[in-house]
């Protein structure tokens, strides 16, 4: 019989043809339109999904081979560059160890004719290098010469012709010739400026210099002829002074750490007065109860907000209280006070002091004993013969701090205290010590202008920069009892050389009085203090 056939084809869809056909046996058969090979994986036969997946996992083994591949190579080149690196730095370190010489080998002291002063070292060997630097001699015919050790290749070198100079070494000395040259211009000008004359002894046309040279030239610049020579202070060692002053006045003094570290030179955590707490600070606002080593406080009212202290009004048992919170750990008010009440009689020291050492800051809390009152000297009112008074018992509270060492540097009727009564002699005492300085622990203030609370009156020009940091409360002092006089700012004003302030309606008295405090000269504080105090205390007590 005849084969048979059939197909059909579109634009999308795929020939498909099936054959059929008799055999000699009167059977028939299909052929399959696909590859049976490629759907066979050794007696099982895939499905076109299967197929597809197989050849999805192979495209990704692929790519994840190629990435491992490309990682290594990173990996390789990283570890090279690393290698690199380790060899650079250890090149270094060998480099510094051979001029690692002890300090006293390498400055030799030699008068102008050349000859040794006084040494560290011997006279120069015939292996002596070429970079040795001598360096100037000052006024007093004084120099230095820095030699630096021998190079293990040294005697190799010398056997060897020099070698001759490539074009960067070329322009690098060009370039060093005329720094040099500048260099000698600038301490020439600086000669002329202090005054100090030719220098004959070394007019001499100048050598070219090795870099280890130019740094030790530069490194000459920071040694005192002074220090070289014994002698007095000479125009550069003022400047290394003046160099030192300002380098201390940019170290703030009432920085907490610096404060910190002053007072672990004391057992200050021994005082039964002064209570670690293993907490927090805790949060302290106006009418709030505050409970502090078994006590209980009623917060009354706030007096100072600055930041990161504050000061409150409190009551405990009808006992006035102040009470003071800031967010630093060191108890400088705490020693402070101490400080001002050790040595000081019975009557002169009738204030409590108790500190409470939290995590993040302390408390500070006053109190009186008895039925003393505690009150602000702020309250104080407008009454000439009260504010005598107050006047005298602040020159009493200020001439203790001096003598003493100790300087407020704060003064303002804000944060002084009264204590007392009607009957018995009130007291008068800082609330605060933020800007407090113990100059006996504290020795490099040596000036106003490195009391950063003196830095509103050096503005002003009513304080000088080199005025002595005592000076500072001598003007709060006035400013105080100005505001108790007049309840309002002292604006001081200058009249020809004096400073002098607004009191025309106020008795000679109290003009002398701000007169001598905003004039104090190069007069001691303690002779103002004592002066005044005695002045007053003729008229108000």
């Known amino acids: ?307 990161s202290v504050s000061i409150f009004r409190a009551a405990a048992e009808n006992q006035s209280v102040f009470i003071k919170v800031e967010r630093c750990s060191a108890p400088w008010d705490f020693y402070l006070f101490t400080r001002l009440k050790e040595n000081s009689p019975s009557a002169d020291r009738p204030a409590l002091i108790s500190c409470f050492l939290f995590e993040d800051g302390c408390i500070t809390v006053y109190r009186l004993p008895g039925d003393l009152q505690l009150t602000v000297l702020a309250d104080c009112g407008l009454d000439p013969v009260c504010v005598g008074v107050k006047a005298v018992r602040l020159l009493e509270l200020v001439l203790q701090l001096h003598r003493r060492s100790l300087l407020h540097a704060g003064l303002r009727p804000g944060i002084l205290a009264s204590c007392g009564t009607v009957a018995t002699r009130d007291w008068l005492f800082p609330l605060d010590w933020s800007s407090s300085l113990d100059l006996d622990l504290q020795k490099e203030v040596r000036t106003v202008q490195q009391i950063p609370s003196a830095q509103a009156y050096l503005r002003l020009g009513l304080l000088q920069p080199a005025d002595p940091p005592h000076t500072v409360d001598l003007v709060g002092v006035a400013e105080t009892i100005y505001f108790l006089l007049t309840n309002s700012e002292m604006k001081p004003e200058k009249h020809g050389s004096s400073w002098t302030v607004e009191l025309d309606v106020f008795p000679p008295t109290w003009r002398r009085f701000f007169c001598s405090l905003l004039n104090a000269g190069g007069r001691s504080s303690i002779s103002i203090l004592s002066e005044l105090k005695d002045e007053l205390s003729k008229f108000y007590l």
């Not at 290698?83 to 690692?100: A, T």
């Not at 021994?270 to 109860?289: D, F, G, K, Y």
């Open 1 to 307: 019989m005849e084969g048979l056939s059939v197909s059909s084809q579109s634009a999308n869809e795929s020939t498909v043809q099936v054959e059929a056909g008799l055999q000699d046996g009167g059977g028939a058969s299909l052929w399959s339109p696909y590859c049976n090979e490629d759907l066979m994986r050794g007696g099982e036969e895939l499905c076109f999904e299967e197929l597809r997946a197989e050849r999805y996992n192979q495209q990704k083994q692929k790519e994840m081979e190629e990435k491992m591949r490309h990682l290594k190579e990173q990996q390789e080149q990283l570890s090279q560059e690393l290698e690199e690196k380790k060899r650079l730095l250890l090149r270094k370190s060998q480099q510094i160890s051979n001029v690692d010489q002890p300090a006293a080998a390498l400055f030799r002291i030699l008068d102008e004719s050349g000859s040794v002063e006084s040494a560290g070292k011997s006279a120069p060997s015939s292996d002596e290098l070429p970079d040795d630097v001598f360096l100037r001699p000052d006024e007093k015919g004084l120099c230095v010469r820095v030699q630096f050790p021998t190079r293990p290749d040294q005697n190799q070198q010398q056997n060897q012709p020099p070698a001759q100079p490539s074009r960067a070494e070329r322009d690098h000395r060009a370039e060093r010739d005329h720094r040099a040259e500048r260099d000698h211009r600038a301490e020439r000008d600086h000669r002329a400026e202090w005054d100090l004359g030719p220098q004959e002894n070394v007019s001499q046309p100048k050598k070219q210099l090795s870099p280890i040279e130019e740094i030790s030239v530069e490194a000459a610049s920071l040694i005192s002829p002074g220090e070289l020579s014994g002698s007095n202070s000479s125009p550069l060692e003022q400047n290394q002074e003046q160099n030192q002053d300002s380098w201390s006045r940019a170290v703030d003094p009432c920085d907490p750490e610096v404060r910190r570290r002053l007072l672990e030179r004391f057992d200050i955590t021994s005082s039964p007065n002064l209570h670690p707490e293993q907490r927090p600070l805790p949060a302290v606002e106006e009418c709030s109860i505050l409970d502090l080593g078994g006590d209980t406080f009623f917060i009354r009212s706030r007096l100072l907000d600055r930041g």
